[in-house]
């Protein structure tokens, strides 16, 4: 059974600052796992932040986070990390970790596991 766990790292942060998300994966299988990051906001549908490839550690970004973001993976722990730095109002949301096999990383339904979710507020 895999368990999701995000261990601190939310909360809130002036613009131009820096907050770092952690995630835990518990009893996945040693397969090519996407995990990746994700932010909601009311109203809106689910983003795709950024991923990385489990085994191989390719990753992908969306637009707006490139240069800002950096997202990676603890293979020995299974933790999952997303480095968020230069940080802008933009940027508040509910971030959630992800694992699955998405037909391409920015589908959310493609994911079979989910963190419970983290708030990061970003205030100017």
């Known amino acids: 059974q895999v368990r999701v766990t995000e261990s601190g790292g939310g909360g809130s942060a002036l613009a131009g600052g820096s907050l770092t998300l952690s995630c835990k994966f518990s009893?996945?299988?040693?397969?090519?796992?996407?995990l990746s990051w994700f932010r909601q906001v009311p109203g809106k549908e689910r983003e795709g932040v950024s991923s990385?490839?489990?085994?191989?550690?390719?990753?992908n970004y969306a637009d707006s986070v490139k240069g800002r973001f950096a997202i990676s993976r603890d293979v020995n722990y299974d933790t999952l990390t997303l480095q968020m730095n230069d940080l802008q109002p933009e940027d508040t949301a509910t971030y959630y970790c992800?694992?699955?096999?998405?037909?391409?990383?920015?589908?959310?339904?493609?994911?079979?596991?989910w963190g419970p979710g983290t708030q990061v507020n970003v205030s100017s």
């Open positions: 990385i490839k489990f085994r191989s550690g390719t990753t």
């Open positions: 992800a694992a699955g096999f998405p037909l391409r990383w920015t589908i959310a339904r493609g994911y079979n596991y």
């Open positions: 009893g996945l299988t040693f397969d090519d796992y996407s």
